[in-house]
Structure formats: structure tokens, C-alpha cells
């Protein structure tokens, strides 16, 4: 029998970074512990076709899949929230949406015809979403006999804005076509104003009308604000919006995004939601949910990780999106040894020189993380932290570029090799330990930059008697990529020779994939990006083995 697609199109109001992608994951949660297959796609209308080769302070955190796309960070809370590998099949950009259609067209793939903005485009944007919904193609065979019961499209930005347009219309179509397969939620803010102090509802009003004059009507509203929406507010925006009272949720600010599915239940979300999408009354199975928060409530004594970045600021404002997933990650692995994470934010560039404005900026500190980065911006001062965790033996977790700036450090204070460097920095350098790595070359010389890293998911055999192996348990490990450069294999026997193991390699002995300090009660790092594979219910070993050093560290 052909299995029933349902389809919930996400969109914002009023203003984006409200959420909408934890609301959108919480709900798709909370629709696979009633028993639903549930996929999510998010589109980013802009004409980038990845955020591969955006500026971080321009899109925050940039999430690898399995089979290597570069993608919103939206894609880690789904793929965190659902327990659940997505794919190239989860995600579109008006950028990725044209150059099909420029492709198709110029392979005579509309026969000839006037290809049109309306109903071409939106036509490209539904067979994109029932492609990800049927799982064609996808990178796991499994997937594919599957498919989704209920597939969550969330549309980035807000109703109004031009380059949305297109994608409502395919919502509108969609809807058209099956009305009672497809749902439209919109995700609102309501602001307090301070000098107010009352919740304000006209924008929300404003969205609703830019959604009926793209020719839809929400059926959900979700209600973002600080607090929760009163019956009054509710009314108000019922009258105004023609949505009834018991179809507004309040989605208030809560202290962790994981207790938001609980939230969502207890309010009826779910019921209402597949009660719309005309599926039989179905019971949820919140036990996981539950157990999760109560153990983020029982973690309470701190560790405290440092995090030595490059944080984006724009104009006054900080911003440390670009770690989402890290920083997910530490606080996955804490909660299991009951511990709360408290993070400093240690800013690399102010490290540069340790006469910097703060004093003992690793003063306090049970762990040290640097995560993974590029270009020369702050290097030195990462170096430095690596350098403290190294002599003072504060436990060290590397990321990717902390990979090779640890090797770099070892290089030259414990190698003596003053030179020491990778060759993304200095192209000449006399001790080239990190260099580009073989297929990269013509790539770079080509100036062809997008999505040509070495991306997603790479076996990696880790060797007998290595703490690697120890906290993974196991030989072989499957870990997310995204890098160019590599480490020398040049100098690899006298790394060894010096302590500095070569405790992971690809399976062919050619990549070196992880290191770690003989003699360190922690000194570990990694090529790949472990925190792209850590979720809640299954926190990542290497993150667990960190955090349980930390800890150790901080009962001292
Ligand atoms: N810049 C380094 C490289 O390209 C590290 C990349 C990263 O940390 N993701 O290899």
C-alpha cells in the first residue's frame, strides 16, 4: 500500500532568530515519539547555493551531513532533536533551486517551452520536498523503502520578505493539491516592550496578512515571546488572524531548548497537529524526553570549558552561533556525568599576545576546546591555549583546525622547529606540518572553492592501545569531515618519536585523523568534527572522555 505523505510547512513571522528551528525540530520530535516517520528540510531563500563559502558572521555555524553537504546549523537540530542522519535531500537554497533549473533548461529538459518564474520554480521546490519526503536516493539504502509520514519543510527569514515568496507559493500549491495532507504553522514573536510591559500581537497581525496575500491562511500559530500568551492576547490575535484560540501555542523562553518538546506536548501541540493532518488520536512516548531533563536538572555542579574561538561580533553584539554544535555537544556529554557546563568564551584574538586585557585568561579552566576554524585571524592565540593545556595538563579536545594547530604548537616548543606552521597560513614555511592536501591543489589553483572541501562521513581505523580507541571502544569509527589541509606525513615517526601519537589514520594509513599525548591525563584532538554526530540521547565518546577529564580535574 502507498504510504500517506503529510507535509507541515514552517514559517516566521515578524522576525527571524526566534527559534524556529528548535520549534520546528521539538514538533517533529514530538511526532516520532508518537510513532510517525518524520524527516525536516530547511530552505534558505538566499542565492548562495551552500553556506559552505559564507562569512561565519554572516550565518553562524556551518553543519556537515553524512554525505557531505555544507548546511544551515538548523540541519544539526533536527538531525539532534529527530536522532536522526539527514541528508543532501534535507535542505534547499534559492541558489541550489535556479542552478537546477538553469541546468535542466539548458539540457532542453522543458522541451523547448518558456520556462517561468510561477509555476516553474515552486513546481522545482515541491519535487524537491517529495523527493526528501519519499527518500529517493539518499545516501542510505534504508531510508529509501521508508520515506516520511510527516515531512517539516521550515522556510528561513519571515513572511513578507521577497525571496520567500516562491516558497509559499509552492506551500499554496501543495495545499491546493492535498488540502488535508498539508499544514501551515507560523511562528511568531510577540515583543514585551520594556517600556510597555505588556505583550504586544499587531506584527503577529502584520504576518498573518502578508501570508493571506500570498493567498494562505496559517492553521497553527505558535507564539514565541519571553512569557506565555494570555487567553486576552489570544483572542485579539484570533479575531484578528481567523485563527481559533485553541490553534495558538505559547512557546515562551525556557532555560533549555531540549525541555521545549515536554512543553509542546503538555500543551496539546502534537494532538492538534495530528488531529489537522487528519491522523487517528495516537499516543506519545515522552519517557526519553523526560529522563533528558531531568538529568540537565540534577546537573549541578559545574565544569567549566574554555572554548578558544573567534567570535563574530557585528557592531555591538557577539556572536557565538558559529559553535552551535559544539557547544551542544559539551553539554550532551555533561549531563551524562551529571555536570553542569559552563562555558568561557575565550576570545583567540585576544590571546595573540599574553599581555592581552585579561590577566590569566586560562585561570579556572577544568578544560580547554579549541574547535575548528580558518585563515590566520587568532592563530596564535589558539596556539597558546594549546600550549598552556599541553604544560600545565589541563584536559585538550581539538577540532579539526585544533588538530593542527596542536601538531604546530608540539612542533615548535616541544621539536624546537621555531618554523613550524601550516601552509593555509604560510605558504613558504621551512616545517610545513599541516599542508594542503593532494586533491586540493588543482581545486584551489581553479578558484573552485564551493563545497569542494574533503566533506562528510570517512572511515577511520584507530589504533590498539590508544585512549582513542579506549573511549570509542571499538576499531573502526565513521566521522563528518571538512577540511583541505592535512597533516605532513613527513614528520610523522618524529611526531611519534616525541610522544605525539598518530591514534586514528584512514584506512589506507594515508590521512592522519586523530592524536593525542602520551603522558597527558587528556591531550586529544581530532580531524573530524565528532560534535556533528553528538545528540542527546547518545552523547559523543570523545566529548564524554573530555568532560569526565574535566571533571576529574575540577575535584581537584
Ligand atoms: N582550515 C583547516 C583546513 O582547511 C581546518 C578546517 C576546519 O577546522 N574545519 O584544513
Redo the contacts with the bound molecule.
Keep these: 500500500m502507498l504510504r500517506r505523505r503529510t507535509y507541515i510547512f514552517v514559517s516566521g513571522g515578524v522576525m527571524s532568530g526566534v527559534g524556529k528551528g528548535v520549534v520546528t525540530a521539538s514538533i517533529g520530535a514530538l511526532l516520532k515519539a508518537s510513532g510517525l516517520r518524520v524527516t525536516a528540510i530547511k530552505i534558505d531563500p538566499y542565492l548562495n547555493v551552500d553556506p559552505g563559502t559564507l562569512n561565519p558572521i554572516e550565518h553562524g555555524e556551518v553543519f556537515v551531513t553524512k554525505d557531505g553537504i555544507e548546511t544551515d546549523q538548523d540541519l544539526g537540530n533536527y538531525e539532534r532533536f529527530l536522532d536522526e542522519d539527514l541528508t543532501r535531500l534535507n535542505v534547499m537554497t534559492s541558489g541550489s533551486v535556479f542552478q537546477s533549473i538553469i541546468a535542466r533548461e539548458r539540457a532542453l529538459g522543458y522541451g523547448g517551452r518558456t520556462v517561468e518564474w510561477v509555476p516553474d520554480v515552486p513546481l522545482e521546490i515541491i519535487g524537491r520536498i517529495k523527493r526528501a519526503s519519499e527518500a529517493v536516493n539518499v545516501f542510505d539504502s534504508e531510508a529509501q523503502t521508508r520515506g516520511a509520514d510527516v515531512t517539516l519543510i521550515e522556510i528561513g527569514g519571515t513572511v513578507g520578505e521577497y525571496q520567500n515568496l516562491l516558497y509559499l507559493e509552492a506551500c499554496r500549491m501543495m495545499r491546493m493539491e492535498a488540502p488535508n495532507d498539508v499544514l501551515l504553522m507560523l511562528v511568531s514573536y510577540l515583543p514585551v516592550p520594556p517600556n510597555l510591559g505588556e505583550m504586544k500581537t499587531k506584527p503577529t497581525q502584520y504576518a498573518v496578512r502578508s501570508l493571506n496575500a500570498a493567498g494562505l491562511q496559517p492553521d497553527i500559530i505558535i507564539c514565541r515571546s519571553q512569557n506565555p500568551i494570555d487567553d486576552r492576547r489570544k483572542q485579539k490575535l484570533s479575531i484578528a488572524c481567523s485563527v481559533r484560540s485553541e490553534d495558538m501555542f505559547a512557546a515562551p523562553n525556557v532555560s533549555s531548548i531540549y525541555e521545549i518538546p515536554l512543553r509542546f506536548a503538555k500543551e496539546g501541540v502534537a494532538d492538534r497537529v495530528l488531529e489537522k493532518l487528519h491522523f487517528k488520536k495516537r499516543s506519545v512516548d515522552l519517557r526519553q524526553w523526560k529522563a533528558l531533563t531531568k538529568r540537565i536538572r540534577e546537573s549541578e555542579r559545574p565544569v567549566r570549558i574554555g572554548i578558544v574561538g573567534k567570535y563574530a561580533s557585528t557592531g555591538n553584539f557577539l556572536l557565538t552561533d558559529t559553535y552551535l554544535s559544539v557547544l551542544e555537544a559539551i553539554k550532551h556529554a555533561a549531563w551524562t556525568i551529571k555536570r553542569k557546563p559552563e562555558i568561557v568564551w575565550l576570545n583567540a584574538e585576544e590571546l595573540e599576545s599574553s599581555n592581552g586585557k585579561i590577566k590569566q585568561p586560562f585561570k579556572g579552566l577544568d578544560g580547554i576546546l579549541v574547535p575548528?576554524?580558518?585563515g590566520t585571524r587568532g592563530v596564535e592565540g589558539k596556539i597558546r591555549a594549546i600550549r598552556y593545556a599541553r604544560e600545565k595538563k589541563v584536559p585538550y579536545l581539538g577540532l579539526?583546525?585544533g588538530l593542527?594547530l596542536a601538531t604546530i604548537e608540539f612542533a615548535r616548543h616541544v621539536l624546537k622547529r621555531k618554523d613550524a606552521h601550516t601552509t593555509?597560513i604560510v605558504p613558504t614555511c621551512g616545517y610545513p606540518v599541516i599542508h594542503l592536501m593532494n586533491e586540493q591543489e588543482e581545486r584551489i589553483k581553479n578558484k573552485d572553492y564551493g563545497g569542494t572541501?574533503r566533506l562528510g562521513a570517512y572511515p577511520c581505523l584507530l589504533q590498539q592501545g590508544t585512549l582513542a580507541r579506549k573511549l570509542y571502544g571499538k576499531e573502526r569509527i565513521v566521522e563528518r569531515h571538512?577540511?583541505?589541509?592535512e597533516c605532513n606525513p613527513l614528520y610523522r615517526c618524529e611526531f611519534e618519536a616525541a610522544g605525539l601519537l598518530s591514534s586514528g589514520l584512514s584506512p589506507d594509513g594515508a590521512l592522519l585523523e586523530m592524536i593525542e599525548l602520551k603522558g597527558h591525563p587528556f591531550f586529544l584532538a581530532s580531524q573530524f568534527h565528532p560534535e556533528f554526530l553528538s545528540r542527546p540521547f547518545h552523547p559523543h565518546p570523545l566529548f564524554v572522555g573530555f568532560l569526565k577529564a574535566a571533571a576529574k580535574r575540577s575535584r581537584k
Aim: with cysteine.
Design positions: 575548528g576554524g580558518f579539526c583546525y593542527q593555509e572541501m571538512r577540511h583541505r589541509y
